[in-house]
């Protein structure tokens, strides 16, 4: 069975820093490609930052562009978002997911598998 845990939210002030992390059981994430979505309240799911499986390809939001850095830690099973001046815009509960369409970063259909991680960034 697939778990997959977020982690690593939390509130900032605008310009902080967060690290989220995305571990999995039951599937080692190196051998899929792996997005990170965020879903403010009364919004759509967007695609934030995604990584291919094949040669690490990576795809970022312009919105975040220069300001996050999507890596794996195989080691951990994981992936993780470093997130550096942060935005109040960046606010919303990130989930992570396998995906088929890392080029775009679209999200994959269905519910979250993981319980998301809350990102607030406030004055």
């Known amino acids: 069975q697939v778990q997959i845990v977020e982690s690593g939210g939390g509130s900032v002030q605008p310009g902080g820093s967060l690290r989220l992390s995305c571990a999995a059981s039951g599937i080692i994430m190196d051998y899929y490609a792996i997005g990170w979505f965020r879903q403010a309240p009364g919004k759509e799911r967007v695609g934030v930052s995604c990584i291919s499986s094949a040669d690490g390809t990576i795809y970022y939001a312009d919105s975040v562009k220069g300001r996050f850095t999507i890596s794996r830690d195989n080691a951990k099973n994981a992936v993780l978002l470093q997130m550096n001046n942060l935005k109040p815009e960046d606010t919303g509960v990130y989930y992570c997911?396998?995906?088929?369409?890392?080029?775009?970063?679209?999200?994959?259909?269905?519910?979250?598998w993981g319980q998301g991680t809350q990102v607030t960034v406030s004055s």
């Open positions: 997911a396998t995906v088929e369409d890392w080029v775009r970063c679209r999200w994959p259909g269905g519910d979250p």
